[in-house]
């Protein structure tokens, strides 16, 4: 640890890893988007990754010869010397726009990782910032590689028709002169498979799980947040018991007894069974929200003649309107995406949840796009729902606070 400590082995060598990081992810990015061959060559990119690192991490050159190693770079991965091997097949255009983004997506983001290294020896603090930022551009594209490859191989899927499948079935480029003929898949979910009747059902059934949720949550945490009462802290700490016991386990009891009252193939047996699995975490979630805010806020609306129920509607409810939002999310996505109960629950195709209409599709009869359209149209509400209300969530944490 300490030999590498200098800045002529430091610099070389992130710069080397962080070579084979991009030449990777340019060469997947690129066979995904084109469905042509693009490899990355590990040997010419900790060549020309550790070459580059020193250069940038000794300040070597200046802005304009930054330049010049991004043209050479090119160059060299067009000539067949970098760290990116681009099949015979591949069209000029792709080669030259693959070659460019390697090169300047590495020269622009090396040197945010290296220039700020000393010569001669680091310190540590000054060598583990270098490691971090490396690290952190790591993790920032393994993990959207992580999110983003699946959503996209499902979203071109969707977008093929049978012989493309056959034909090639690793092929996820998406031809646009089809125009409207890609949506092909998505009009026959709606138009022969019901996914209006299906997008419904889990809609309703998600919405009326955030209302009992919270019906029965808000006052439960209260309660364990405020009140005092024989077995509240052993109430408080067992509030998360249930998630101990295995789903799968409680599957046949809870199917003979809703088959015996008549609950099952309903939607509000679903209703029913769904709020189960949510209240706990919502408990939990909650009452740590209550515990945080002023108690003072709420000793003043008691001294004003408010009774408890007033005190919660008009004061506690308010402020945590942020928390509410954060639980209503959580269930709503916890709903919306449930599969084991409904796939156990309901046999009825005018009753289906999304996720059990979805199930319905995975059949050797029905085309493999329908699938992967089908998988869209559950994924697509649900994350824009979460990106939409985030930052609203994001800008509210403050809510209720007290100054002094």
Known sequence: MTALRFNWITS???G??????LSTTVAIVMSFATGDPFRPDILYSLLWGGVIGYTIGHRLGDFWGEVMGTAALSILILMGFGPLTIGAEVSLFASVFAAFALAVSFVWSAHTILDDLPHGALTRHE?????????????YIFFTAIVLIPFYVMLMTSFKNQSELMQNPLDFSIDLSKGTELFRSYDELFTQFNFG???????FISVLTVFITLAFAIPGAYAVARLRFRGQAAFSRSILLIYMVPMIVLALPIYIAFSMTGLRNSFWGIVMIYPVTTIPVALYMLQGYFRGLPAEIEEAGLMDGLSRLAVVWKITLPLSLPALASVSLYVFMIAWNEFLLAFMLLDDPSKFTLTRGIASLNSSEIP?????AGSVIATVPIMALFLGLERFMTKGLTAGSVKG
């Open 368 to 372: 493999r796009q329908h699938l992967m």
């Open 127 to 139: 060598f583990e910032g270098a490691v971090i930022r490396f690290l952190t551009g790591f993790g």
């Open 16 to 21: 080397a890893l962080w070579m084979v990081v």
């Open 197 to 203: 009747t299906y997008l419904f059902n889990s809609f």
């Open 12 to 14: 070389p060598t992130l």
